[in-house]
């Protein structure tokens, strides 16, 4: 079975501009979670997907946002980056959801803002 | 909202010597589940947790969970240099809710 797949692996952006990261879950999966993870923070969740359904969203301003697709697979966009946006971004699928079943990782996507 | 705590937050040992890391949440937790992160690599799952007062070994790594199922630990004997990384655990509300991951301790183990 193939693993949760992320891209792009690394991004350079300039402090205003937007992203979007994907990701694409271990098929059959349908919840897809995104996390950030930065050295002082620990991995903060930002949101849970689940059937294209936001179900669970944490505790980041509204220029953090994502969706689901039908097939599960997953983006997050942020906008108007500013340099504290810097970090990996990590998404986990799992069958029914993270408090469920153990959750996935793919590898990450490392932003970087300038 | 709910919070999980990790204690410490860095460990050096020495290989051969054992190692704890210790979780608590602010709340009781349906269920609690730890993750190994290597070094430039992403968390992988090792185990989740239920029951009150549940206690689960795998080789050399023993976890519990508290009686009150608002903590828990992890414990390693014997430490080896493949031990080296970052053990999260992750407190579950239950349902369809989230997981809320502690800080994590960072193990290095001096050879």
């Known amino acids: 079975k193939a693993g949760v797949t992320q891209t792009p692996r690394y991004l350079i952006k300039t402090r205003g501009q937007q992203v979007t990261l994907s990701c694409s879950p271990i098929?059959?999966?349908?919840?897809v979670s995104w996390y950030q993870q930065t050295p002082g923070q620990g991995l903060q969740f930002l949101f849970e997907?689940?059937?294209?359904?936001?179900?669970n969203k944490g505790n980041f301003p509204g220029r953090f946002s994502g969706r689901q697709f039908s097939n599960s697979r997953s983006e997050m966009n942020v906008s108007t980056l500013e340099l504290g946006d810097s970090a990996l971004y990590l998404c986990?699928?799992?069958?029914?959801?993270?408090?469920?079943?153990?959750?996935?990782f793919g590898p990450g996507t490392r932003l970087t803002v300038l | 909202g709910q919070q999980v705590m990790q204690i410490p937050q860095y460990q050096h040992v020495q290989e051969g010597e054992d190692f704890t890391t210790y979780c608590n949440s602010s709340?009781?937790?349906?269920?609690i589940q730890w993750y190994k992160q290597r070094p430039g690599g992403h968390p992988v799952f090792l185990i989740q947790?239920?029951?009150?007062?549940e206690v689960k070994k795998q080789k050399r790594l023993t976890f519990q969970f508290g009686e009150a199922k608002k903590n828990s630990s992890l414990h390693i004997t014997a430490t080896q240099t493949t031990d080296v990384g970052t053990y999260f655990c992750?407190?579950?509300?239950?349902?369809?809710?989230?997981?809320?991951f502690g800080i994590g301790t960072k193990l290095q183990v001096i050879p």
């Open positions: 709340t009781t937790l349906s269920n």
């Open positions: 947790l239920v029951k009150s007062g």
């Open positions: 992750a407190g579950g509300a239950g349902g369809y809710q989230k997981v809320t």
């Open positions: 986990a699928s799992s069958v029914e959801g993270p408090s469920y079943n153990e959750q996935f």
């Open positions: 997907y689940f059937s294209e359904t936001q179900r």
């Open positions: 098929s059959g999966h349908r919840s």
